[in-house]
């Protein structure tokens, strides 16, 4: 069986998906919890959902916030892996199959510092 080919593009989306779930959009929400205020322009007239919000935060101890930070986190992930398990469902090139079985597999596993396959 020859080893598995896949373009350019499949490995920098996949790597771009991490990078956004450790540094970028996917750590706004948990470092907004973190530091006790989601909005801090919100207030009771202006986005007063929000501003619910930042009461909650503000609430609660910061290890309670350290649990909803890595909550939300764990949920952007959750996102770009349901998504990845979608484009495969759908046969949607390149990410109908990956290194190690699926697209999927191969995101969690460059979460956890997994190394590309030799090209």
């Known amino acids: 069986m020859s080893p598995i080919r896949k373009p350019k593009l499949y490995r920098e989306f ?3 998906m991490v990078r956004d779930s450790l540094q970028g959009q ?3 929400g948990p470092d907004r919890v973190r530091s006790g205020v ?4 919100a207030n009771p007239d202006f986005i007063p959902e929000q501003h619910e919000i ?3 935060l503000g ?3 910061i290890s309670d916030r350290e649990i ?6 764990d949920e952007f992930v959750g996102g770009v892996f349901e998504t990845l398990k979608a484009l495969e469902t759908f046969g949607i090139d390149p990410f109908n199959e990956g290194y190690e079985g699926s697209a999927y597999n191969d995101f969690i596993g460059r979460l956890d510092d997994w190394e590309w396959p030799e090209p």
């Open 14 to 16: 996949i790597d771009e």
């Open 59 to 61: 609430r609660l101890s």
């Open 26 to 28: 996917g750590q706004i």
């Open 68 to 73: 909803i930070a890595r909550m939300l986190a």
């Open 54 to 56: 930042n009461l909650l």
């Open 38 to 41: 989601w909005n801090s322009n």
